[in-house]
């Protein structure tokens, strides 16, 4: 299957622009690029998606690099309800549909 | 719509129970899945189905089985529970592939 690599936790001061990398250098041409964060005691929650172009939606923008090696999701102004942990994964466009999640990227944010 | 619902929000079980997780969706999505997460960690893949009638294992099938028999309801049946089954239960379900799953809230399963 296919994998990502995360940071495992990064921190940003309220209001500020938060960029969360994510690298899937083994990422083949039929895989979606999604994004998920799941806040304290509750189910992951879906945040964007993208395939090769750059992407935005309310929540966050995702960059996509050329090579499709690796994304950034951006969250314009962080608040302190986007204190989550973020998780970057790889969706095949093939038979099967088995989506893995990683350990993802813990976000603390700092009033 | 009611989105992904999933009962019991809560249960205990002794070990050697056997136990069907429901889970139902209204949304007419074609995938759905199950995922455990043990405390402090991430989700794990137990099983997953693209269609009804049509169904295969994710990382950790051990102990579960699964149907789909209909679009709306994928259960998940626990055989025998053992106290390495205490989890967090997550069902989700997606229209497509290029859209992304929605989860239910979860089912807290304790077995002592």
């Known amino acids: 299957d296919a994998k990502t690599t995360q940071p495992n936790s990064m921190e940003s001061n309220e209001e500020e622009p938060v960029h969360l990398p994510c690298n899937h250098s083994?990422?083949?041409?039929?895989?979606?690029i999604h994004w998920y964060r799941q806040l304290p005691s509750q189910g992951p929650e879906y945040v964007i998606h993208?395939?090769?172009s750059n992407v935005n939606n309310r929540m966050a923008s995702l960059a996509i690099a050329e090579d499709r090696k690796s994304s950034t999701l951006i969250l314009h102004r962080a608040t302190l309800r986007d204190a989550a942990v973020y998780y970057c994964?790889?969706?095949?466009?093939?038979?099967?549909?088995?989506?893995?999640f990683g350990t993802g990227t813990r976000l603390q944010v700092f009033p | 719509n009611a989105g992904v619902t999933q009962t019991p929000k809560f249960q205990v079980l002794k070990t050697g129970q056997s136990m069907t997780l429901q889970c139902a969706q209204d949304?007419?999505?074609?995938?759905m899945s199950w995922y455990r997460q043990d405390p402090g960690m991430g989700l794990r893949l137990i099983h997953y189905?693209?269609?009804?009638?049509?169904?295969d294992q994710g990382e950790v099938p051990n102990g579960y089985n699964v149907s789909r028999s209909t679009t709306e309801d994928f259960p998940l049946r626990l055989l025998s529970a053992a106290p390495s089954q205490t989890s967090v239960y997550f069902c989700?379900?997606?229209?497509?592939?290029?859209?992304?799953?929605?989860f239910g809230s979860g089912t807290r399963l304790t077995v002592v």
């Open positions: 989700a379900s997606s229209p497509e592939r290029a859209r992304g799953y929605t």
């Open positions: 083994t990422i083949s041409g039929t895989d979606y």
């Open positions: 993208g395939l090769t």
């Open positions: 994964i790889l969706r095949d466009r093939g038979n099967t549909d088995k989506l893995i």
């Open positions: 949304m007419n999505h074609e995938y």
């Open positions: 189905s693209v269609g009804a009638g049509i169904t």
